[in-house]
């Protein structure tokens, strides 16, 4: 295998890991809205996140720059074209994070009240804006013979990428529900798993959907093979929730969001960016790599590295794995 290979999948495991950590992180921040009926209620659910959403962010810091080095003509031509979502992304992430660090300051309704709106929006925006973005990667943009994307905004809100939107924003929302039911006791807990139904059968549809039409378009057989995984995980959560199984619906609604991006990745592949100008200027894994020398030495340092940074925050899980309910939640706040 070569070292753009092996680093094109690596990259796909970043995304993966992204994805699958902070998927729930925006699901609970969606359900602060839609699932809590007060302050109390909403306290609970930012706790289940409290110890661990920024540890979840490094997954994205990590997927940039391992872009950035292995494949700067990738980051370059992505980060220049989708100018405007992604930083509307990194803004709500900017915000987000100020958003929990701030809520709890003052004791103060509104001032807390203004927050858990803030945490509301910049958990739903990126959770529909990432679909968006990953769609129109897959699908292909306009990209000209320099490698420049050469097409508008709105171009990118096309009728495909909107269902990837719309897609990852169900999903996530589902991936959180699940995990609430996971984390926290008594009401919340039970509503949470009523919520995850119907977040789940809306999820089975527009997934259903997205997966096939992405298969049709560009799919292969090892991205076949990963829809059917996806699509019978979701299945196999949506009956582990009724069942009141919710550590296996959490794993299996896990499973949904990593099979669901490894089929886009494999759907991609070889390509990282398709021009739908010209196939000849598409963006691959060799027009778009770094040196070999380059790409070594990144080897080198992921495999000392990458597992100190899993161990540590596999130990944070670990230590934070206790459910909380508004009985945890002191009267001050």
């Known amino acids: 295998?070569?070292?753009?290979?092996?680093?094109?999948?690596?990259?796909?495991?970043?995304?993966?890991?992204?994805?699958?950590?902070?998927?729930?992180?925006?699901?609970?921040?969606?359900?602060?809205?839609?699932?809590?009926?007060?302050?109390?209620?909403?306290?609970?659910?930012?706790?289940?996140?409290?110890?661990?959403?920024d540890g979840n962010e490094v997954w994205l810091l990590t997927a940039g720059g391992a872009t950035f080095a292995a494949f700067p003509d990738w980051y370059a031509t992505l980060f220049s074209g989708f100018y405007i979502p992604l930083l509307a992304i990194l803004v709500c992430l900017i915000v987000r994070g100020v958003a929990f660090e701030y809520r709890a300051k003052r004791?103060?309704?509104?001032?807390?009240?203004?927050?858990?709106?803030?945490?509301?929006?910049?958990?739903?925006?990126?959770?529909?804006?990432?679909?968006?973005?990953?769609?129109?990667?897959?699908?292909?943009?306009?990209?000209?013979?320099?490698?420049?994307y050469v097409g508008t905004f709105w171009d990118l809100l096309n009728p495909y990428a909107i269902l990837g939107g719309l897609t990852t924003l169900v999903l996530f929302t589902f991936h959180g529900a699940l995990f609430a039911a996971l984390k926290t006791v008594g009401d919340i807990r039970e509503r949470a798993r009523a919520q995850a139904l119907v977040l789940g059968a809306v999820t089975a549809v527009l997934a259903l959907v997205f997966l096939i039409w992405t298969q049709a378009h560009s799919g292969n057989g090892w991205s076949l093979?990963?829809?059917?995984?996806?699509?019978?995980?979701?299945?196999?959560?949506?009956?582990?929730?009724?069942?009141?199984?919710?550590?296996?619906?959490?794993?299996?609604?896990?499973?949904?969001?990593?099979?669901?991006?490894?089929?886009?990745?494999?759907?991609?592949?070889?390509?990282?960016m398709p021009s739908t100008l010209n196939p000849d200027w598409s963006l691959t894994v060799t027009n778009a790599a770094s040196s070999a020398y380059t790409l070594k030495v990144m080897s080198i340092v992921a495999a000392v590295f990458t597992p100190i940074v899993l161990l540590y925050q596999g130990w944070t899980y670990w230590v934070f794995r206790k459910r909380i309910g508004v009985q945890h939640i002191p009267s001050a706040h």
């Open 1 to 53: 295998m070569h070292l753009h290979d092996l680093w094109f999948i690596l990259i796909a495991v970043l995304w993966i890991g992204y994805f699958f950590l902070e998927g729930f992180d925006f699901g609970i921040g969606i359900l602060t809205r839609t699932l809590a009926r007060n302050t109390t209620e909403r306290r609970v659910l930012i706790n289940t996140i409290g110890p661990v959403w």
């Open 107 to 148: 004791d103060d309704e509104r001032w807390q009240r203004n927050w858990e709106t803030a945490i509301f929006w910049t958990s739903l925006l990126p959770a529909f804006l990432w679909g968006v973005a990953f769609a129109n990667i897959v699908h292909g943009v306009d990209i000209d013979q320099d490698k420049n």
């Open 225 to 272: 093979a990963a829809t059917v995984v996806a699509v019978l995980a979701l299945l196999g959560a949506l009956a582990a929730n009724q069942l009141a199984r919710e550590g296996w619906a959490f794993v299996l609604s896990g499973l949904t969001v990593v099979a669901a991006v490894a089929m886009l990745f494999l759907a991609l592949f070889p390509d990282v």
